[in-house]
Structure formats: C-alpha cells, structure tokens
C-alpha cells in the first residue's frame, strides 16, 4: 500500500499470532466456526501466501530449496506479501463489514525477521505498518508456548521452522514483548491449555468486541 489508512473499516479485524506450532491455525478454524454458526460472514486467512502474489512470496521465503537469505531481503519480501495481502483481501472484506481473521500478520515479522534475525525491531515495524497502510487488528491473539515444546508438534520443517532454538526464542520474547506494550489490543493465552478451553477464551473476548460495535 502507498498511503496511511485514513479511516478504519466497519468490519471486525482479528489476528492469531504466537509461535510455529502453537495451534493458531486451529484456533483460527474453531473461531471462523463458531461466528458462521452465529450468522456472521467471516473471512479466514493466513500470512503469508493468500493472494496470487503471495503464494510465490511464500515459496521463496519458506522453501528449505531457497537457501540463505539476506536478513533484509527476507523481511521486505514479507512486507510485499502483507502489502499485497491488506490491499486485495483484508481490507475488501473488511469494508464489506466481514469478520476477518487471519493466522498471521505484522507481529510476526517484527518477532521473527526482527528479534528472530536480529534485525532493529523498530526499523523493521516502520516497514511493516507503512506496508500494511498502518491497518491493526482489533483484536491479537497470542498463543504462547516454549519453543522446544511447540518444535516437537510438526515433523518436515521449512525454513523459519528450521531456523534453530535460539532464533525462535528471541521471536517468543518479542511477541511477548508487544503484547505487554499494549495488553487492552491483545489476548494471551497459554498455547499448551486445552483447545476448546483457549477457544471458549478467545470466543468470549471477540463476543465482548461484537457487542461493543
């Protein structure tokens, strides 16, 4: 996107956020459920690989075959998939007054391409949100969990997953970190917790927002 978003969209903006194998997607899943079956019209998505564009931004930045990549390099090809991402999908579906959820979003190139690579993690939000036209999610969900634990959820790897223990820890302080920065934008839950018992959680804190709008 070339320009700041002026004036936020009448739909509801949730994100799943939190390390790999931390059970977003599933969550993400349980969520878009539970609002179809309340007669909302939701929108799933994920991040990064959701648009055309995007599905071959993700090949190169996920693929064990692409090999070593510039730190920078890598992160400002994040940046065109969300670019490309907010622009033709999210914000679409949003000002059609949608429920968009996606798995994944800006947090998690600032913990991964930024803390993860250590990368300025400042520099590296200034590029994500003018990328995203500085569209936040009303609600973040991270779902926390010891990286070594989470490792032990997925077998073949891709490239971040196998990016090592330490690089994945420095990515779990920072999601950490912008959560405590901002706790009222934010739900954190603990990602080893009972599936329906996080998705009851999340359900009553995006019924909450509902209401509110």
Not at 15 to 43: N, P, Y
Not at 50 to 56: C, M, N, Q, R
Not at 156 to 174: C, K, P, S, T, Y
Request: hydrophobic share 45%; aromatic share 6%; with cysteine.
């Amino acid at each position: 996107m070339n320009a700041a978003i002026t004036s936020p969209p009448p739909g509801l903006f949730v994100c799943f956020e939190g390390g790999d194998g931390a059970g977003k997607s599933t969550q993400a899943r349980l969520l878009q459920a539970w609002l179809v079956d309340r007669g909302r019209t939701v929108l799933l998505t994920f991040e990064p690989g959701d648009t055309a564009v995007g599905a071959k931004l993700r090949e190169i930045v996920l693929s064990p075959e692409t090999g070593e990549l510039a730190s920078r390099t890598e992160t400002l090809l994040y940046a065109a998939d969300k670019a490309e991402h907010v622009e033709t999908v999210i914000l679409p579906a949003l000002a059609r007054g949608e429920v968009v959820i996606t798995d994944r979003y800006v947090d998690s190139t600032i913990a991964y391409q930024g803390a993860g690579r250590t990368l300025a993690a400042a520099e590296v939000e200034q590029v994500a949100r003018w990328a995203t036209g500085g569209l936040r999610p009303h609600l973040t969900v991270l779902l926390d969990v010891d990286p070594e634990a989470a490792m032990g959820r997925f077998t073949g790897r891709d490239r971040i997953e196998g990016a090592g223990v330490e690089f994945h820890r420095r990515a779990r302080a920072e999601f950490l970190r912008l959560a405590e920065a901002d706790p009222e934008a934010y739900q954190v839950l603990d990602g080893r917790d009972d599936v329906d018992a996080i998705a009851s959680a999340v359900r009553d804190r995006v019924a909450a927002l509902l209401e509110a709008r």
